[in-house]
């Protein structure tokens, strides 16, 4: 049987908030750019939010450690989120 071992991705890039240039990241621009194309990330005026520095960070995290291809992580990172957002909600109706 096969095992994957799944590394947690949950580390935050920058702590603060706000627009930082894509060449100033340990990415290549290509790589941002042609992610940006695809609509898994922002960029404005080779800019990106630190937001999206987080999402990226997650993406490449998963592609690295599962193996999956760039649209396979993307969906993974969605229902990650989602997973995320309904653990929230249950969270908040519990303390209700």
Do not use: F
């Amino acid at each position: 049987m096969k095992r994957y071992w799944i590394q947690t991705c949950k580390e935050d890039v920058l702590s603060k908030q706000g627009w930082v240039s894509i060449h100033t990241l340990e990415y290549h621009p290509e790589l941002l750019q042609r992610l940006a194309l695809l609509g898994v990330v922002e960029i404005r005026h080779e800019r990106i939010h630190t937001r999206e520095i987080n999402r990226l960070k997650k993406l490449l995290c998963l592609r690295r450690s599962l193996g999956v291809n760039t649209a396979g992580a993307v969906i993974i990172l969605d229902l990650l989120e989602k997973v995320e957002s309904l653990q929230e909600q249950v969270r908040q109706l519990q303390e209700e």
